[in-house]
């Protein structure tokens, strides 16, 4: 792919630009288009940060049903959320077929988008698609449905709070989760490209309803220990100044952005991996805000600091009960 730093984007004026990823043959559009207009970051910018982002972006998306939030006409013009396929997805493209029970559309089954390859990734890329969004669970290379190997902690700060808060939180999380009655589980932290942070504990693949109940569990328990801090409900009432820990998102019907995805924000701002340092040091929010060009010398530096969630399988015990007397 071009390389939007160094001004090759300059010379694709056309309406329409051929390109061929990995053998296949793609026509991009409007890549000039600005997508992000406080910050003037184009279509052939968002495009050209997938595709370089790719080796550390696409092991995450692997085996995982890809909901795409797609922005045509930028982050200012509207968006929509798609599952399905579009009818015009190429034949190379991987789709899974899975049960959709509740469809607000009337569909009982959705054929989603498995993003497992540098052609799909620029495919969608040039359709907009600027937030990926996946679940906490797998598809087998023949479709079946394996259960959830990753349990997330959404931390979602309420007003005046900010990523600051939930940079205190997500060290609580920590040192929770470390002790032995909780697993000794080691969680891996990103930002969430937006106004929080997101923490992955990578575990054995197990039902997502186990993986609820613990996330959920845990978050009721730092609820009781800190609550001048910490919120486990949705009531908009008690969230101001405090971090709400969504647990929700492990149902095995919710998606999380994906890391290393951009967001339709003022900027092209990014889910980014970050240090438990980083977490540590935060003061301001401007602390662990992260743009496009930011992540991609951050990944020349530093790697894919979430490497591990696709190695490590640690064991999820059912999560310790109140104690007694303790609601």
Request: charged share 25%.
């Amino acid at each position: 792919m071009p390389d939007a730093r160094a001004g090759e984007w300059d010379d694709m004026a056309a309406t329409k630009t051929p390109v061929e990823v990995d053998g296949r043959r793609l026509m991009l559009s409007n890549l000039d288009k600005v997508m992000y207009p406080a910050t003037g970051f184009t279509k052939g910018e968002v495009i050209d940060y997938y595709a370089r982002v790719a080796p550390v972006l696409l092991p995450h998306l692997t085996g995982r049903p890809a909901t795409r939030k797609r922005y045509p006409d930028g982050v200012e013009g509207g968006d929509f959320f798609e599952k399905n396929a579009p009818k015009h997805t190429p034949d190379w493209v991987r789709t899974v077929t899975l049960d959709s029970p509740g469809s607000t559309k009337g569909r009982e089954t959705i054929d989603y988008v498995v993003v497992e390859g540098l052609a799909t990734l620029v495919w969608l890329a040039n359709l907009a698609a600027l937030e990926l969004h996946v679940p906490q669970w797998t598809v087998g290379p023949r479709g079946g449905v394996r259960g959830a190997d990753l349990v997330v902690l959404d931390l979602d700060p309420g007003p005046p709070a900010t990523v600051v808060e939930c940079s205190e939180v997500a060290q609580l999380i920590r040192t929770t989760l470390v002790r032995p009655e909780w697993g000794g589980l080691e969680v891996w932290a990103k930002t969430s490209g937006s106004k929080g942070m997101q923490l992955c504990v990578p575990v054995a693949t197990t039902p997502w309803e186990r993986t609820h109940a613990f996330a959920r569990a845990l978050a009721e328990h730092l609820e009781r220990e800190r609550p001048d801090l910490v919120v486990s409900r949705m009531t908009k009432a008690l969230r101001p100044g405090k971090v709400l820990i969504d647990w929700s998102q492990n149902n095995g019907s919710k998606t999380t952005v994906a890391p290393y995805s951009l967001r339709a924000r003022e900027a092209p701002t990014v889910s980014t991996p970050v240090t438990w340092d980083e977490v540590a040091a935060c003061r301001a929010p401007e602390d662990l805000r992260f743009t496009a060009p930011d992540v991609l010398a951050r990944v020349d530096e530093l790697g894919d600091l979430l490497a591990p969630l696709l190695e490590r399988r640690q064991r999820l015990l059912d999560p310790p009960a109140p104690a007694q007397g303790v609601r």
